[in-house]
C-alpha cells in the first residue's frame, strides 16, 4: 500500500457536560460530569497529546439553546451544552500540562471589545508557548445576543459586517503595534522596550474604534492561528479572507464540493488554495470486532434522548423543531412549505424519504463511523480522498471515544500513514502548515505590517 501523508487531528469538545453526545454522560464509563474540575481535562489534554493530537478544539455559546419549544427548560434538564463554563480560564491550566498539543479557543465577536480580546489571546499565546488558535464565530443563538446586550442577535449581515472591522482592529494590534525589536530588555540602562518602536493602531471602524497600542509584546505566532467555521455565502467569503483552517459542511459525500466551494473562497481572496486547511467532522464508535462496535454503538444510542437531540438541532436548524409531528415522513415535511433552509437541507440527504421525523433526527445525531480500526481507518481514508487536511474529531462518550481512538485506531493509521508518528515542534501553526510561526505573506491581515514598516522607512527619511 502507498504511504498517505499525515492528516490533521483535532478533538471537537467545549467545556460542558454533554456537547454532541446526547445523553452518554449517563455512562459508568463517562467523566462527563467531572467537567468542573480541572483534573478530568488535564487528564484528557494528557490523552490526546499521547495520541499526537493537533488540537484540542473548544468550540462555545453565550447562552443556553432556546429555540426548542420557545424555553431554555430542556437545555438545562438534558445539559446540552448547558453549563457551559468559560474555556479561556481553562486553556492555560491544559497548556501548562502539556507540551505539544494546541488549542482552540472559540471566542464569538459580539463578547467582548477587540482591544481585551487582544490582549488575552497574545497572553495565552504567551503562556502557550505558541499553541493558541481562534475560532472566530458570529454566533447562532439570539440568547447569545440579548446576554451580550444586543436587541437578539444583530442581522447575520451586521454580524459578518462586525466580524470584519473587529478582525482588522485585533490584526492592526497583533501585527502593526509592537514591532519586532521592541523589546530590549536593557538592564544596564533600565530600558525594558523602545517606545518609538510601539505604535498605536488608531483604528476607526464602523462598529469599534481602537487607538492602541497593544498592551502585550509580540507574542510567538502575534497573530494566533485562526478557524472558522463558516456555511453560508456571507460567511464563507470571510472564511476565505481570514481563516486558516476551515470545516467542511455535511457529511463525506458532501465534502469534495464543500472543499471546492472553499478553496475557491481563499484563491478569490488572492491566496493559495493550498493556505487554508480544511476539516471534516466525525464521529467514532470503535470494537475489536464490527459486532462489538456495533454493540457499543446501540449501547451509546440507548443513553440518547430524542429531546435532547431536537434542543440542539432547533439552534443549529434556527427553528423549533417541535412543530414537526414525530409520525411525519421526511417526504411529507420536503413536500411541505414548512421546513427552514438549513432543516430543508439535511432533509434533503437523509437517506430514508419514508423515515419518520424522530427517527429522522436519530440519524442525524448518529452519523458517525462504527466498527474496526481497520474500518474506521478505512472510513478516514475516504475522507482524505475526498480532499480534506484533517478531521475534527467528535466524542460519542468522553474520555472513552478519544481513548478507544489512541489506543485502537491510530495505530492503524500511523502504519498508513495517515497520523503522525511524532509531533513536529513550534509553534501551532508551524505544526500544521509549511509556514513560519506567523500568518503568511499571503495572508490579507499582512498588509498591516507591510504598513508600519512602510511607516518606518518613511519616518527615517
Ligand atoms: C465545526 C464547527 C464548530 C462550530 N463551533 C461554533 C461555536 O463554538 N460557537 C458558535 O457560535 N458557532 C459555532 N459554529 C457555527 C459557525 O460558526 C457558523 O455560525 C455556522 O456554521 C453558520 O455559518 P454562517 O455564519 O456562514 O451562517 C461551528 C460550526 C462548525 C461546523
Given at each position: 500500500m502507498t504511504r498517505r501523508r499525515p492528516l490533521i487531528f483535532s478533538a471537537f469538545n467545549e467545556f460542558v457536560l454533554s456537547h454532541h453526545d446526547h445523553g452518554s454522560w449517563r455512562r459508568a464509563d463517562s467523566r462527563q460530569t467531572e467537567l468542573n474540575t480541572a483534573d478530568a481535562w488535564v487528564d484528557l489534554a494528557r490523552l490526546l497529546e499521547r495520541g499526537r493530537f493537533d488540537f484540542l478544539f473548544f468550540a462555545?455559546?453565550?447562552?443556553?439553546?432556546?429555540?426548542?419549544?420557545?424555553?431554555?427548560?430542556?437545555?438545562?434538564?438534558?445539559?446540552?451544552?448547558?453549563?457551559?463554563?468559560?474555556?479561556?480560564?481553562l486553556i492555560p491550566i491544559l497548556a501548562h500540562a502539556t507540551t505539544d498539543l494546541s488549542f482552540v479557543l472559540t471566542e464569538n465577536i459580539l463578547q467582548e471589545p477587540p482591544y481585551t480580546f487582544a490582549r488575552k489571546m497574545s497572553t495565552l499565546d504567551h503562556l502557550s508557548g505558541g499553541?493558541?488558535?481562534?475560532?472566530?464565530?458570529?454566533?447562532?443563538?439570539?440568547?447569545?445576543?440579548?446576554?451580550?446586550?444586543?436587541?437578539?442577535?444583530?442581522?447575520?449581515?451586521?454580524?459578518?459586517?462586525?466580524?470584519?472591522?473587529?478582525?482588522?482592529?485585533?490584526?492592526?494590534?497583533?501585527?502593526?503595534?509592537?514591532?519586532?525589536?521592541?523589546?530590549?530588555?536593557?538592564?544596564?540602562?533600565?530600558?525594558?522596550?523602545?517606545?518609538?518602536?510601539?505604535?498605536?493602531?488608531?483604528?476607526?471602524?464602523?462598529?469599534?474604534?481602537?487607538?492602541?497600542?497593544?498592551?502585550?509584546?509580540?507574542?510567538?505566532?502575534?497573530?494566533?492561528?485562526?478557524?472558522?467555521?463558516?456555511?453560508?455565502?456571507?460567511?464563507?467569503?470571510?472564511?476565505?479572507?481570514?481563516?486558516?483552517?476551515?470545516?467542511?459542511?455535511g457529511g463525506r459525500e458532501q465534502a469534495p464540493a464543500s472543499v471546492r466551494q472553499l478553496r475557491a473562497a481563499a484563491v478569490a481572496q488572492g491566496r493559495a488554495a493550498s493556505d487554508v486547511k480544511i476539516l471534516g467532522g466525525l464521529g467514532v464508535v470503535v470494537g475489536s470486532t464490527e459486532e462489538e462496535a456495533r454493540r457499543l454503538d446501540a449501547e451509546l444510542r440507548e443513553t440518547q434522548t430524542l429531546e435532547s437531540i431536537l434542543v440542539k438541532f432547533s439552534g443549529f436548524w434556527q427553528e423549533d423543531l417541535d412543530r414537526y409531528p414525530a409520525h411525519a415522513?421526511?417526504?411529507?415535511?420536503?413536500?411541505?412549505?414548512?421546513?427552514?433552509?438549513?432543516?430543508?437541507?439535511?432533509?434533503?440527504?437523509?437517506?430514508?424519504?419514508?423515515?419518520?421525523?424522530?427517527?429522522?433526527?436519530?440519524?442525524?445525531?448518529?452519523?458517525?463511523?462504527?466498527?474496526?480500526?481497520?474500518?474506521?481507518?478505512?472510513?478516514?481514508?475516504?475522507?482524505?480522498?475526498?480532499?480534506?487536511?484533517?478531521?475534527?474529531?467528535?466524542?460519542?462518550?468522553?474520555?472513552?471515544?478519544?481513548?478507544d481512538f489512541v489506543d485502537h485506531v491510530r495505530p492503524v493509521l500511523v502504519d498508513r500513514g495517515t497520523m503522525r508518528a511524532d509531533y513536529g515542534s513550534g509553534t501551532a501553526r508551524e505544526r500544521?502548515?509549511?509556514?513560519?510561526?506567523?500568518?503568511?505573506?499571503s495572508h490579507p491581515a499582512r498588509r498591516h505590517r507591510a504598513a508600519l514598516a512602510r511607516r518606518r522607512e518613511e519616518d527615517a527619511r
Open positions: 462555545d455559546v453565550l447562552a443556553p439553546y432556546d429555540i426548542y419549544r420557545g424555553s431554555r427548560d430542556a437545555a438545562i434538564a438534558t445539559g446540552m451544552q448547558t453549563p457551559v463554563n468559560d474555556p479561556a480560564v499553541r493558541i488558535a481562534w475560532n472566530i464565530v458570529t454566533s447562532f443563538l439570539p440568547g447569545a445576543g440579548r446576554n451580550l446586550g444586543h436587541d437578539g442577535l444583530p442581522s447575520h449581515e451586521e454580524r459578518y459586517g462586525r466580524a470584519e472591522d473587529y478582525v482588522t482592529a485585533v490584526f492592526k494590534l497583533w501585527e502593526a503595534s509592537w514591532e519586532d525589536d521592541a523589546v530590549v530588555a536593557d538592564r544596564v540602562r533600565g530600558v525594558y522596550a523602545d517606545p518609538s518602536k510601539v505604535h498605536t493602531i488608531d483604528h476607526v471602524g464602523p462598529y469599534y474604534t481602537v487607538p492602541g497600542p497593544h498592551l502585550t509584546e509580540p507574542s510567538p505566532q502575534r497573530t494566533p492561528f485562526l478557524f472558522n467555521a463558516a456555511a453560508s455565502g456571507t460567511g464563507i467569503g470571510f472564511a476565505g479572507a481570514n481563516a486558516e483552517v476551515l470545516f467542511t459542511s415522513t421526511v417526504a411529507e415535511i420536503l413536500a411541505s412549505t414548512d421546513p427552514g433552509p438549513l432543516l430543508r437541507q439535511v432533509l434533503g440527504s437523509a437517506p430514508d424519504p419514508d423515515a419518520d421525523f424522530a427517527t429522522f433526527a436519530r440519524w442525524a445525531a448518529n452519523r458517525h463511523a462504527v466498527g474496526t480500526p481497520e474500518q474506521i481507518a478505512d472510513e478516514i481514508d475516504a475522507w482524505q480522498d475526498a480532499g480534506v487536511d484533517g478531521l475534527n474529531l467528535q466524542y460519542l462518550v468522553s474520555p472513552g471515544s478519544f481513548a500544521v502548515t509549511d509556514g513560519g510561526p506567523f500568518l503568511p505573506e
